[in-house]
């Protein structure tokens, strides 16, 4: 009994230490020393090792070290992991092969990490010198599983058809825990509304009905705090359409639902419409107010000088045999004479920088010509008019002509030489004297020599 009442009064003292050291940790007393830790809430993978690093300082002369690690969990008083007094570690004998701290360094190992680990690490820290100084953090462990890849499935598998059946798409993870499931389609989160709805978990989307804008890349992206992995694509059967039916050419003009056609000319006409699955196409003909079928399928060909009328209407028909919905559309030819159609092409496929580029072009080219023509105009009118003149008058323009005003003098020169009476040609002189008396034969080589020479004569002319 006495041993039973030792024992029972050292686990009252123990208790009332830890609490008093809990309250403590709570209260945070601290003065001069200070305990920090990287982050207040640390994630682990079970059976891995966790490590909870701890740092430290003091600015005061210390002669103990003490480093103290405690564990609580919700609503549970903490308990005793180990400890240590400078470099000598205790541990709690019932967990000293789990925990691991080398000092003075205060981190903690964990190895290795199950789900009962998960919970609230206190550690303390306590500097021994003119005083004792205390400071202590708390870090919150977490327990997880990681997160194995996930399978979407869909329902029914056949497909569904728009605003009619409803598609269930539903997400299947093996393994992990504490999941977050997000929907996403062509890569971006879905978007919930009132043809959209989740389970409770996020786990499976329902939509209904479905729509053409349903269709796309389905994908589930499931996370948790450790990892997290995203199922591969899938994309949902929706049967859809027609919609957005027209009709194209390679050849003609279109203007609105008509098509201009050179006689002679064969032109080939495409349908098309958005549908899943494809449309069956029909192509329709109205002649004499009657209407046949002259051909099935997404393109026609037709010859315009097999058409018995130059403007006839035909009809383009999109069935979806899965919706049960049809769409058509009509179109009219006009056949044209060979040429008028391609001139209104070309004209019409003529760029704006095109003609502006041709206008700039020819009203450079007529300025040059016009400038041309005006430099060389009055010299060609000139040359004309002295080659028609005879010999005798041109040198009488050379006898009135004098330079007395020497104003008169200036103007345009042209020299020209005359046959001699003889057919012998005679050259030109510089070296003759005045005084030998020369004729209006001999050829003078410049304009001062015409000056010269003019009055000379005059004057031999009066004596």
Known sequence: MGQDAFMESLSSMAGIFLCKIYFLLIAGVCSGLKVTVPSHTVHGIRGQALYLPVHYGFHTPASDIQIIWLFERSHTMPKYLLGSVNESVVPDLEYQHKFTMMPPNASLLINPLQFSDEGNYIVKVNIQGNGTLSSSQKIQVTVDDPVMKPVVQFYPASGAVEYVGNITLTCQVAGGTRLVYQWRKNGKPVCINSSHSLSPENNTLWIAPVT???????????????????????????????YGLQVNSDKGLKVGEVFTVDLGEAILFDCSADSYPPNTYSWIQRSDNTTHVIQHGPRLEVASEKV??????????????????????????????????????????????????????????????????????????????????????YRKAQTFSGHEDALGDFGIYEFVTFPDASGVPRMPTRSAPASDGVTGHDFLGTIYEVIQHIPAQQQVNRE
């Open 212 to 242: 053409k804008e349903d269709v796309g890349n389905y994908s589930c992206l499931v996370s948790n705090p450790v990892s997290e992995m995203e199922s591969d694509i899938i994309m949902p059967t929706i049967y859809y359409g027609p």
């Open 308 to 393: 018995a009328q130059k403007t006839t209407d035909y009809m383009c028909c999109a069935y979806n045999n899965i919706t049960g919905k049809r769409d058509e559309t009509h179109f009219t030819i006009i056949i044209t004479s060979v040429g008028l159609e391609k001139l209104a092409q070309k004209g019409k496929s003529l760029s704006p920088l095109a003609s502006i580029t041709g206008i700039s072009l020819f009203l450079i080219i007529s300025m040059c010509l016009l400038f041309l023509w005006k430099k060389y105009q009055p010299y060609k009118a000139i040359r004309q008019k002295l080659r028609s003149r005879s010999e005798s008058e």
